[in-house]
């Protein structure tokens, strides 16, 4: 059965998976971006005077100026699980819901870190470079020697659902684990995992021999890996982040892998997407993706039949399950 809700208009800002824009168009008064081309903010201001629920995603900055200018809007339903991309506070202040997409990524991010890891740790990608580069003259008993991953000592930054995604992981392909956390997780689950909590981050980064981040970028977490703090790890220290590019200063990364200070770097996600820092190309084994972790049909169409939900629920007056708060402190 099908509700009817044409009253209520929908502004989707990319192009979603078919079948989400077709089940929203069921019920709703969608306006598409059939193209997929990311507005301006110009335009995008201009869209969103008549709108009652926005549909964003992380390419698009949703701020106060925008928020405003949405003079009917009532809920931003984000296609992502980060709502670092929207202001939280001018949204909950003018009685505007938020809802984001949990859950449906968990598995397709903590697999590209797996992905990263391992193809630094074993140097892929130089030995894929010798063969393309037809460098390669047969096996050699020192040839492209890399790292192996058992025994070493994974450092998680944010132990929730894809922190532990990535502890179960690397804990079954024989790591130790070790997390940082604004909560210490119940004993039961630290066993579980084989996991073992640090208060102090700067003692747990002295220690480790991989770093993981999966903490989510707010104010509090902008350069969370200063250049002080990223000094504090080891030399052969490889840094993995598919979370958000400004929790770490990337200039200072680059610099420390462009110099062999540190063993090699797996970034999904960059300070100023889609740019990035110069030197990280010109470093050694260092992999670089195009905010691709959670880019599966799965993830997408999962992403989708949330925020489909969420909107559901909105329309029908019911409790939104993937509600998002934040007040100012
Ligand atoms: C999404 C992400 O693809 O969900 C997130 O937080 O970082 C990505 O994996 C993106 O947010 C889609 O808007």
């Known amino acids: 059965m099908t509700d009817n809700f044409k009253n209520i208009k929908v502004l989707i800002t990319r192009k979603l998976p078919e079948k989400i824009e077709k089940k929203l168009e069921e019920n709703f008064s969608v306006v598409l971006n059939k193209n997929d081309k990311k507005y301006s903010y110009k335009d995008l201001k ?44 001018t949204a909950n202040e003018r009685k505007i819901k938020v809802t984001n997409t949990p859950d449906v990524l968990t598995d397709d991010t903590a697999d590209v870190v797996l992905t990263m890891l391992l193809m630094i740790c074993r140097k892929i990608l130089v030995a894929r470079e010798r063969i393309i580069k037809g460098e390669w003259n047969g096996w050699g008993p020192s040839e492209t020697l890399g790292e192996r991953i058992l025994g070493k000592k994974l450092g998680i930054i944010g132990m929730g659902r894809i922190g532990l995604a990535v502890a179960k992981r690397l804990n079954i392909l024989g790591m130790e684990i070790n997390y940082h956390n604004r909560k210490k997780l119940n004993h039961k689950i630290e066993k579980m995992y084989g996991a073992n909590y640090w208060k102090d981050l700067d003692k747990m980064l002295a220690y480790i021999d991989v770093l993981s981040i999966h903490c989510p970028y707010t104010p509090e977490t902008f350069h969370l890996l200063s250049k002080r703090r ?100």
């Open 46 to 89: 201009k869209k969103i005077e008549n709108i009652d629920i926005l549909i964003p995603c992380i390419s698009d900055t949703i701020d106060a100026s925008i928020i405003k200018a949405g003079k009917k809007l009532k809920l931003i339903s984000n296609f992502g699980n980060g709502v670092d991309n929207l202001d939280l506070i």
């Open 230 to 329: 990223l000094r504090l790890l080891k030399k052969n220290c490889v840094v993995i982040n598919t979370s958000r590019g400004e929790i770490i200063d990337e200039e200072s990364l680059a610099d420390l892998l462009f110099r062999n200070k540190l063993g090699g770097a797996g970034l999904d996600v960059f300070e100023h997407e889609p740019q990035i820092t110069q030197k990280l190309f010109e470093s050694e084994n260092v992999v670089l993706l195009p905010h691709i972790s959670s880019a599966t049909s799965q993830s997408r169409e999962a992403m989708g039949e949330r925020v489909l939900k969420n909107i559901q629920f909105f329309a029908k007056g019911k409790a939104l399950p993937d509600l998002v708060v934040r007040k100012r402190d």
